[in-house]
């Protein structure tokens, strides 16, 4: 029988610094009824997708920053998504900033441990997966050059979850977060444990604040990078943006659904708050994976070392 699992990727206009969590969950339980009318059976949301994207300011107080994260999910805010999930029968992929509290499950040590996170949950409302960011850009201190800070190297700490994928919606499922999905590492881990959708969210600035880059190119890029990972893969890719002007930083839209033939079959339109739905068929990335992209038959893992043993550049002399 095929398997077509109808999936929604809903994008996020702006979150403002002041907007409470209550006000963020309703426009999310709004997209997944909107979601359930389109027969959807699982809805991707951005990264960081309960809170405006708090990395680009400099913060001191260690009070203000984890006020932007959450110490149990679901928690008394969250709890209405979850609730709708269950109700409406649908699952959904959120990214948000995840607090380990010392002595909580996964604590090391004796102070607080802190992620930028994605998990996965079922229609029944059952967290079925996680995973923790693994590819953190930006910097760990100010830098007055920016025109905006990215200090998710001084927020968080490297996922230590690896890329797990899990068997749920009838499928094997994977995730990643935003910047992750510009590295090949990301799909092919994935690639390798049989995965068929990977599911991701993003906040990417429009203006590149390390280097001079068109803005033309920061879409091209973001699509790009999908693009390629689906059809390397032969997998889905639904990637969920948070757009548009917030606080003062134009992040790019685009969120969109890449068939595992790289080809974009569902985009957004706008830079709000939006739903992009999709028919996935499961089985359609197979025949990639079991001709040009068959792993067993064609990679030469003896020439890929490097990979693994050396991190940055180095050049013959
Ligand atoms: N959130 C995130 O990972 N954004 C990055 C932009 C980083 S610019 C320092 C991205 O790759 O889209």
Same mark, same amino acid.
């Given at each position: ?180 999905? &510009? ?115 064609? &990679? ?9 043993? &050396? ?7």
């Amino acid at each position: 029988m095929a398997r077509i699992l109808t999936v929604g990727a809903a994008q996020l206009g702006p979150i403002a610094r002041s907007d409470s969590r209550a006000a963020v969950v309703a426009r999310l339980v709004a997209l997944l009824e909107q979601a359930a009318a389109k027969g959807c059976k699982l809805v991707v949301y951005p990264e960081l997708a309960l809170t405006t994207f708090f990395p680009r300011w400099y913060l001191e107080d260690q009070a203000q920053v984890d006020a932007f994260f959450e110490p149990e999910m679901p928690g008394p805010e969250t709890r209405p998504l979850f609730d709708a999930a269950r109700r409406l029968g649908i699952g959904f992929q959120l990214g948000y900033a995840e607090l380990v509290a010392p002595g909580a499950e996964g604590a090391s040590g004796a102070g607080p441990r802190r992620f930028n996170t994605a998990i996965l949950v079922d229609g029944a409302g059952r967290i079925v997966g996680k995973y923790r960011k693994v590819h953190l850009p930006g910097h760990a201190e100010y830098e007055p050059q920016r025109p905006f800070q990215h200090l998710e190297k001084r927020y968080f700490e490297v996922g230590d979850l690896g890329f797990p994928v899990f068997r749920a919606f009838d499928g094997v499922m994977g995730m990643c977060i935003c910047n992750d999905r &510009r590295w090949p590492e990301t799909y092919r881990v994935m690639g390798l444990q049989g995965v068929e959708l990977v599911m991701l969210g993003y906040n990417t600035p429009l203006v590149n604040g390390a280097a001079p880059e068109p803005a033309h190119l920061r879409m091209f890029h973001n699509h790009l990078s999908m693009q390629a990972g689906a059809y390397q893969n032969g997998i889905w890719v639904v990637g969920a943006a948070k757009a548009g002007l917030e606080e003062g930083v134009e992040h790019i839209a685009g969120t969109c659904i890449v068939a595992p033939t790289g080809e974009i079959v569902a985009q957004a339109h706008g830079t709000g708050d939006e739903l992009v739905v999709a028919d996935c068929d499961l089985d359609l990335g197979r025949y990639i994976r079991d001709t040009t992209f068959n792993f067993a038959r064609h &990679r030469r893992i003896e020439h890929y070392t490097l990979i693994t043993e &050396r991190t940055g550049e180095i050049a013959p002399p």
